[in-house]
């Protein structure tokens, strides 16, 4: 499955710079980060996936 985010650029941007100041995260790691504590927070651990959760983002 692909989920597909849209962002204002210079949203986009303004937040990278401030990532880029305070931390070595990008938005990327950030978003991922987000989706895997979603992940555990809502989906019951008899759900959970056999092989592990992680989310991944790509650049584009």
Not at 5 to 17: G, Q, T, V
Not at 27 to 35: D, S
């Amino acid at each position: 499955m692909t989920i597909t985010l849209y962002f204002n650029e210079y949203c986009f941007y303004a937040l990278s710079d401030v990532f880029g100041q305070q931390t070595t995260d990008t938005v990327e790691n950030k978003l991922a980060e987000v989706f895997d504590m979603f992940y555990q927070e809502y989906v019951p651990e008899e759900q959970i996936c056999p092989d592990g959760y992680k989310a991944s983002i790509m650049n584009i």
